[in-house]
């Protein structure tokens, strides 16, 4: 990937990981679209790079809505005639964390709608148009930790980001298969110190008009001491990012893998077969 003659869009880069993504981006001179819900933030870190000497533009986008994000890839087209790399960023969680019984149905089809529909809106509103143009080009979809691992209390959001997941390596192999030039990479944050909990709730209520004041918190039995759960700022993601897209690495990690917690549930698996 030749940053400095690329062209990327950022989701949910008004704030936090997304933000970090962007910035980097637009260090190594890549022309960066910070595309937000909400506009104010998304204009704000436009403005941050530019100020710093980058090239930034910003727009609003809801990615839970397949024309707001085609709207979104019109414009970036437009604006910059490629687009070599696209974040599917933007995501949601839920505070309190609750048990899948104190969960409703709203819960997990917000989730789904905005972690998992915000990043298929994104592939199909860029991909025909990314793969029909000459030279390198990346997908980075954003995952999460919790689905190398296991965390009581986060079913809708593990189970959003397992899809991701599902997705992004299926469409990776895909592409192998047909030829392009043209790598997907799954972000997997660990626990990072951003806006996600408060801009959780306040998008929601936004969208739902639900202030989840009646929410009833999930009572944590275990105690889990994973190393992606000791708190890093967003302030490293982005040159995780580019390292990663330079490498055209499948994963990205922000902290280490729990390798128990995988190796235990490989070995579940390769011998959960009973041979009738
Ligand atoms: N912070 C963590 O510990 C952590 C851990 C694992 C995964 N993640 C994932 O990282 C990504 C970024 O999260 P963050 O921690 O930087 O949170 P953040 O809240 O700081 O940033 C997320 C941004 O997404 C935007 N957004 C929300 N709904 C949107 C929508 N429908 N359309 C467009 N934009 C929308 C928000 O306005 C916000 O600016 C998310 O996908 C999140 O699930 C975060």
């Not at 960066?32 to 204009?43: N, T």
């Not at 790399?85 to 409703?104: E, H, K, M, Q, Y």
């Not at 390198?136 to 593990?158: E, F, W």
């Not at 951003?194 to 929601?204: A, D, F, H, M, P």
């Amino acid at each position: 990937m030749d940053f400095s003659a690329a062209a990327a869009v950022v989701t949910g880069a008004g704030s936090g990981i997304g933000r970090s993504i962007a910035h980097e981006f637009a260090s190594l001179g890549t022309r960066v679209l910070v595309a937000d819900i909400d506009d104010d933030s998304a204009q704000s870190v436009a403005e941050e790079i530019r100020a710093a000497g980058g090239d930034a533009r910003a727009r609003a986008v809801d990615v839970t809505d397949a024309d707001s994000v085609e709207a979104l890839a019109d414009e970036a087209f437009e604006a910059f005639g490629r687009v070599d790399i696209l974040c599917n960023n933007a995501g949601v969680t839920w505070r309190p964390f609750r048990s899948v019984w104190d969960a409703s149905l709203a819960d997990f089809r917000w989730m789904t709608e905005v972690n998992y529909f915000g990043v298929v809106h994104g592939v199909f509103a860029f991909l025909p148009r990314m793969r029909a143009q000459a030279g390198r080009k990346q997908i980075v979809n954003t995952s999460s930790l919790a689905t190398l691992s296991t965390s009581p209390g986060h079913a809708p959001y593990t189970a959003s980001k397992h899809a991701v997941d599902g997705l992004s390596d299926v469409l990776r192999e895909e592409l192998v298969d047909h030829g392009d030039d043209f790598g997907v990479t799954v972000l997997y944050p660990g626990l990072i110190t951003t806006n996600i909990g408060e801009t959780s709730k306040s998008v929601r209520a936004q969208e739902t008009g639900d202030d989840l004041s009646d929410a009833i918190a999930y009572t944590q039995v275990r105690t889990f001491d994973f190393p992606h759960n000791r708190p890093k700022g967003p302030e490293n993601v982005g040159k995780q990012v580019v390292e990663a897209i330079r490498r055209n690495d499948p994963y990205c990690l922000t902290h280490p893998a729990p390798e128990s917690e995988i190796a235990q549930r490989a070995k579940l698996w390769t011998r959960a077969y009973r041979g009738y």
